[in-house]
């Protein structure tokens, strides 16, 4: 029995969040590069305040191009693409 107690105590230790990567392509004014080449727009600000107010760490990469978006999703490179 206190073996099952600590397991459940330090259980929360080995549940590190994994860094959640959300693609998406270029659409001015949802989403786009702005000057330090860091994502903005409408879509961009809705996805970081949602994961935010859920404490989930997220990087948001915006692909030029569909075919990249789509090799990117087909290899495993995101978790979650906007559209």
Do not use: H
């Amino acid at each position: 029995m206190r073996r099952f107690i600590l397991l459940c105590l330090l259980l929360p230790l080995w549940l590190q969040a994994k860094e959640l990567v959300i693609g998406g392509t270029l659409e001015p004014p949802l989403k786009f590069l702005d000057d330090q080449a860091r994502p903005c727009g409408l879509d961009v600000d809705m996805v970081t305040a949602i994961f935010g107010k859920l404490k989930v760490p997220i990087r948001i990469e915006l692909a030029d191009s569909g075919a990249r978006l789509t090799r990117n999703v087909e290899t495993g490179a995101y978790d979650l693409v906007m559209t």
